[in-house]
């Protein structure tokens, strides 16, 4: 049983913050890299952070950039987004997806290289 739940989520206004975590159970996340996406009602998905198996590695939208932070803790088998000065804009569901990696010091931010998918978390700016 492979499975990735998100929690975190809430209503926060805007320039607040949250964080999110995204744990892992039925598999270790130490072999995967881990993005987040997120889907605002009538948007297409969209990545927002990833971070390689490695740790080493990150990447960020640039609408996120400066106010993001993707991280890891394999021993807890989770990863975490924080979330600061937060704006109406990032208001949608936030997904966590996780792919296994050959390569351990990339990631990528595209959907479809990701088979294995969280059910998702509403984040919610208030302006």
């Known amino acids: 049983q492979l499975q990735l739940v998100e929690s975190g989520g809430g209503l926060v206004q805007s320039g607040g913050s949250l964080r999110l975590s995204c744990a892992a159970s039925g598999f270790t996340l130490d072999y995967y890299a881990i993005a987040w996406f997120r889907q605002a009602p009538g948007k297409e998905r969209e990545g927002v952070s990833c971070i390689s198996s490695s740790g080493r590695s990150t990447n960020y939208a640039d609408s996120v950039k400066g106010r993001f932070t993707i991280s890891r803790d394999n021993a807890k088998n989770t990863v975490y987004l924080q979330m600061n000065s937060l704006k109406p804009e990032d208001t949608a569901i936030y997904y966590c997806?996780?792919?296994?990696?050959?390569?351990?010091?990339?990631?990528?931010?595209?959907?479809?290289?990701?088979?294995?998918w969280g059910q998702g978390t509403q984040v919610t700016v208030s302006s």
């Open positions: 997806a996780a792919t296994i990696t050959i390569v351990r010091s990339i990631c990528v931010m595209t959907s479809t290289s990701y088979p294995y």
